[in-house]
């Protein structure tokens, strides 16, 4: 960790203290309302919640804010997992006594829809001087300050890597207190990482260098970034308005990754369609997406992948069967910038509470 980019921010996070009083007495009476209402949830309560209190409890959540509508992302968790077993799982990440790191994996391996902005966020309520908050914003604060080993992909925000990042979290808050910081839970070094870090945008590409642990760990997990990539084109479909769906059955035989439907009028729906291709033959891509095109409602057929899996498509696809027009190739790279864009923009805009939460609902 570079320890001349900390202390400069931290001194600057002390000034604005100072200068700022009532925003910081705020931002501080928020964190410890969170901290009360979060806490106020034990094994048994959160056991015994109803879908309504479940709505309550999720929706509140920083990492709910991109969500215009949390009503229907709730409603996704309990359907996708079934209600009881989304509070047992939660109960035995919080209040388990087993080791954070298995825990926190077992979660993701079992949950659907439930990331790790979300259960670091949780977790972070319930033990704010234990649990950091772990999410994309934490990362390129943590990147500027030159942390190594920290997550590229979602699928590399692990157990032990969230161990690793409370860690740093907790010698920050070490450093808060020695120059003088009253609070210096890990809600506050949140705080401090958010407002005296640059924008995500101001930052350029990590000076860390890669291990060779995590490019075999990369290799190793083609099917957990293609299930991300997946994700991340049924959220910018659920925020662009769409009907978004992973695991489509579009045409017999041809079951795509995602599509987004839209109702026009009463006149039918258009489609789209995505089928995504990490790694290896690209024969059965070829196939799914000759069998979509051959449903008429279907717009485009989306080939989404790396660069050079992309020119890979381009040389193999048959000139004679795929229509051209209908075709249409997506970088990886592009879909994580339009997501992380879509993201930061209805999280801005929700801010503004211009649709009442009941009209969501």
């Known amino acids: 960790m570079n320890q001349k980019k900390l202390m400069a921010a931290i001194e600057r996070f002390h000034i604005r203290q ?40 999720i929706s509140q959540l920083w990492a709910m804010v991109i969500w215009g509508n949390k009503k229907y992302i709730v ?12 509070k047992k799982q939660l109960a035995v990440l919080i209040f388990g006594s087993g080791d954070i790191a298995k825990r926190w ?16 966020e949780l977790l972070s309520y319930h033990d704010p001087h234990k649990y950091m908050i772990f999410n994309g914003a934490t990362v390129k604060a943590l990147e500027y300050l030159e942390v190594p080993d920290l997550p590229k992909y979602n699928y590399q925000y692990s157990g032990k890597r969230f161990v690793h990042v409370c860690e740093i979290g907790k010698k920050i808050a070490a450093e808060m207190k020695t120059a003088g ?3 210096t839970t890990l809600l506050a070094v949140d705080y401090l990482l958010w407002d005296e870090m640059p924008p995500a945008n ?12 995590a490019e075999t760990d990369k290799r190793q997990n083609q099917n957990s970034l293609h299930d991300e990539i997946k994700q991340k084109i049924v959220d910018i479909g659920v925020l662009l308005g769409f009907e ?3 695991e489509v059955k579009i045409a017999p035989g041809a079951k795509v990754d995602v599509v987004w439907e839209v109702k026009i009028g009463n006149m039918g729906k258009a489609i789209y369609v995505f089928e995504v291709q990490s790694s290896g033959s690209i024969d059965s891509l070829i196939l799914n997406l000759l069998r979509a095109q051959s449903n008429a409602a279907v717009q485009a057929i989306v080939a989404v992948s ?19 027009k209908k075709l249409k190739l997506w970088d990886f790279s592009d879909v994580e910038m339009v997501h992380d864009a879509l993201s930061k923009a209805h999280a801005s805009i929700n801010k503004l509470a211009l649709v009442p939460d009941g009209f969501c609902r």
């Open 244 to 246: 978004s769906r992973p």
């Open 181 to 183: 910081i009253d609070d």
């Open 105 to 120: 994996d077992d979660f993701l391996k079992k949950i659907k829809g439930m990331g790790a902005a979300t259960i670091s």
């Open 75 to 86: 409603d996704k968790i309990i359907a996708d997992n079934g209600f009881s077993n989304v």
């Open 202 to 213: 101001e930052i350029s590409p990590s000076p860390v260098t890669v291990s060779p642990a």
């Open 306 to 324: 790396t660069m050079e899996q992309i020119e890979k498509i381009k040389r193999e696809l048959p000139t004679d069967a795929i229509d051209r």
């Open 18 to 57: 100072r200068e700022t009083p009532d925003a910081i007495k705020e931002a501080v009476a928020e964190r410890r309302e969170r901290i009360a209402y979060y806490q106020s949830f034990s094994e048994e309560k959160l056991l015994a919640m109803s879908e309504d209190e479940f709505y309550e409890y």
